[in-house]
């Protein structure tokens, strides 16, 4: 039997992340949280780069602000010291502002690098409906905008980007501004 301390992994807890389907990237976001925590990390900065990583910088930010006494899904994470720990986000290349058009969002998946994912992704993005494409554009841009974490945040971005339009992060930028105030 191998056990926790040598694993680094509770056993009991992968048997519930296993009985319970979980996206990739949500596994991603909790085995990231989970080997900050083995590392006993003092402080982390998360730097997400395109809008993979601003997807999995969404799933690090729900793990982080579900309270573990009511959150039986993440029972290993101890959010309140991770989010303690947290000192900074950059977005390099993201967010992308797709602006709820599915012709958008195609364009953005021909930036997938694998060929066999990219044209997985397309056929399910062309099956998807316009109002659930609208709906999770403003799901995820409203989740930046109007995010309550006042975590320092940097922005990587280029007027050549197509995908993260300049105009369109600089207004979020703006905004967090207002709500935060500007770091130096």
């Not at 048997?15 to 989970?34: F, Q, V």
């Not at 993979?52 to 101890?78: M, N, V």
């Not at 799901?139 to 369109?168: F, I, K, M, V």
Request: hydrophobic share 35%; aromatic share 10%; glycine share 4%.
């Amino acid at each position: 039997d191998v056990t926790q301390a040598q694993t680094g992994k509770n056993t009991a807890f992968t048997s519930l992340r296993e009985s319970r389907k979980m996206s990739e990237i949500e596994k991603l976001a909790l085995d990231t949280l989970e080997q900050l925590q083995i590392l006993k990390c003092p402080y982390f900065m998360v730097h997400n780069f395109s809008n993979g990583g601003c997807f999995l910088w969404e799933w690090i930010k729900f793990i982080l602000r579900q309270k573990p006494a009511a959150s039986p899904l993440y029972p290993t994470i101890d959010s309140e010291n991770l989010q303690k720990n947290l000192v900074g986000v950059v977005f390099d290349s993201s967010p992308c502002h797709y602006d709820a058009k599915v012709h958008t969002l195609l364009t953005a998946l021909n930036y997938v690098s694998s060929k066999s994912m990219r044209e997985k992704l397309i056929v399910r993005a062309t099956s998807l409906s316009r109002q659930s494409v609208e709906n999770r554009f403003h799901e995820y841009w409203n989740g930046l905008l109007t995010d309550a974490q006042d975590t320092p945040q940097l922005y990587l971005y280029s007027p050549t980007d197509h995908l993260s339009p300049c105009r369109e992060l600089e207004k979020l930028i703006e905004l967090r501004e207002g709500l935060f105030g500007e770091r130096t």
